[in-house]
């Protein structure tokens, strides 16, 4: 069984800094995109940034800059550095996957973590 784990979450004043980490677990063949969303009250989940298996990332407007999306194959992880956080990035971050279980597919599954709370106070 796949399972997706975050931490690192917390309460963190304006123009500072936190780390979250996610790691996956389980029997997979490989790991494809990896991706950081949140969510935060009252409003609808968004994207935030996403890595590929070769490294390429993406970033959403409103963190491109201050955000850094990486990962480390081998132990399987995946990280987002935030710096300068602002109170409207207060929400809960989640991590996310495209995993292939099996060399007999080649299809990927899609695959969530339970999220980490950040809260920014101004």
């Known amino acids: 069984q796949v399972q997706l784990v975050e931490s690192g979450g917390g309460l963190v004043q304006a123009g500072g800094s936190l780390r979250l980490s996610c790691a996956a677990s389980?029997?997979?063949?490989?790991?494809?995109?990896m991706a950081w969303y949140r969510q935060a009250p009252g409003k609808q989940r968004e994207l935030v940034a996403t890595?590929?298996?070769?490294?390429?990332?993406n970033y959403a407007d409103s963190v491109k800059g201050r955000f850094t999306i990486s990962r480390d194959n081998a132990k399987k992880m995946v990280y987002l550095q935030m710096n300068s956080l602002k109170p409207e990035d207060t929400a809960v971050y989640y991590c996310?996957?495209?995993?292939?279980?099996?060399?007999?597919?080649?299809?990927?599954?899609?695959?969530w973590g339970q999220g980490t709370q950040v809260t920014v106070s101004s």
């Open positions: 890595i590929t298996k070769g490294d390429s990332t």
């Open positions: 996310n996957a495209d995993i292939i279980i099996s060399w007999t597919t080649g299809t990927a599954d899609n695959y």
């Open positions: 389980g029997i997979m063949f490989r790991i494809n995109t």
